[in-house]
């Protein structure tokens, strides 16, 4: 009798310790599944908290890019208007230079021509006797021209005959 005790004892024993175990294991799985959900809750946070700052940050991307944006369109109006006034001054500089330079060159041409009339009037009084004398060494040159080239023509053709 007493082995049998011993084993109902053990047997119930064995009974508790499983059960304790098993209501134990439950203890543990249901504190695993409470974590695990507040573990998920604080993933599901994060993450929404992460959606929350790229569409903040995303917002202030594009807000910053408006007014970069609107600078760069003022920057560019100032510079148009900054480069018309150059090009408006520089223009009238231009007009004034070449309205100033026209008149300084009909001057000069008024004096070149005034020049040129005296020097032309000498020039003819000058060379209308060496112009006679000229056509006629003119003539004795082209002839002696001629008579050179035709002698090369022939030499030419004695040449090529060879």
């Given amino acids: 009798r007493d082995i049998k005790q011993l084993l109902y004892a053990h047997q119930h024993e064995e009974s508790t310790i499983k059960c304790d175990s098993e209501a134990l294991l439950k203890l543990i799985n249901d504190d695993n599944k409470s974590r695990e959900a507040e573990i998920e809750d604080c993933e599901t946070k994060l993450k929404n908290n992460l959606k929350e700052k790229d569409l903040s940050h995303n917002d202030l ?3 910053l890019k408006i007014n970069h944006g609107n600078k760069l369109t003022e920057l ?3 510079f148009r208007r900054m480069s018309s006034d150059i090009m408006s001054r520089s223009e009238n500089i231009t007009r004034a230079t070449r309205e100033r330079m026209d008149q300084e060159l ?4 008024v004096l070149i ?3 040129k009339r005296i020097e032309t009037k000498e020039i003819v009084l000058a060379h209308e006797k060496e112009l006679s004398d000229l056509g006629v060494q003119s003539n004795q040159i082209i002839n002696t021209n001629l008579d050179t080239i035709k002698s090369l023509k022939e ?8």
């Fill in 61 to 63: 991307l594009r807000r």
């Fill in 76 to 78: 560019r109006n100032e």
């Fill in 106 to 109: 009909k001057e000069e041409v």
């Fill in 113 to 115: 021509e005034e020049m």
């Fill in 155 to 162: 030499e030419s053709t004695d040449m090529k005959k060879k």
